[in-house]
């Protein structure tokens, strides 16, 4: 108790001067800038919303410490696999596929290597081929007597003079 009488006396008894001084150097101490100060983030976490890096737990939870490489985005890397799945939709990878001549639709989800892309639209493309119509085999005609032919057999009876 008799410490802090002797205190409070001593700033009583000082001029108005030494109370200015003393308020100068307490602005000085508190004037610094805590907006330059980069946090201490040892790991090279993300930072949250409030610029310091995110809970470790959080950053293992999301898969942020995995990180995926995609060929046709110019071997863009992305960090978790949300952010992975989401950039198949994205401006950079239809660019990509663009340029590949190849659509980017749904078939081409998860594929990020140019040549299984190739491979795969080479594929597609056959099985396209397969299912047009090819008029030699499936063009259909019918005989003077009601039966329903296909256009090769048509022409063979033709030839024959069968019909």
Not at 35 to 45: I, T
Not at 109 to 126: P, S
Not at 142 to 149: A, C, L, P, R
Request: some cysteine.
């Amino acid at each position: 108790k008799q410490w802090y009488q002797r205190r409070v006396r001593g700033r009583q008894a000082r001029t108005a001067d030494e109370v200015d001084d003393d308020e100068d150097e307490d602005v000085v101490e508190e004037d610094d800038d805590d907006e330059d100060v980069v946090p201490y983030n040892p790991k090279n976490l993300p930072l949250g919303w409030d610029g310091k890096p995110i809970p470790y737990w959080l950053y293992k939870l999301h898969g942020l410490n995995l990180y995926f490489n995609c060929e046709i985005c110019g071997n863009f890397k992305y960090r978790g696999p949300k952010a992975f799945q989401r950039h198949f939709a994205e401006w950079r990878h239809a660019h990509g596929m663009r340029c590949l001549n190849i659509p980017n639709t749904a078939h081409f989800a998860n594929v990020t290597l140019i040549e299984d892309a190739r491979a795969l639209w080479e594929k597609i493309r056959a099985e396209k081929n397969k299912e047009k119509f090819q008029k030699e085999y499936e063009e259909e005609f019918e005989d003077s007597h009601g039966n329903v032919v296909s256009r090769k057999v048509f022409n063979d009876l033709k030839r024959q003079g069968l019909l």
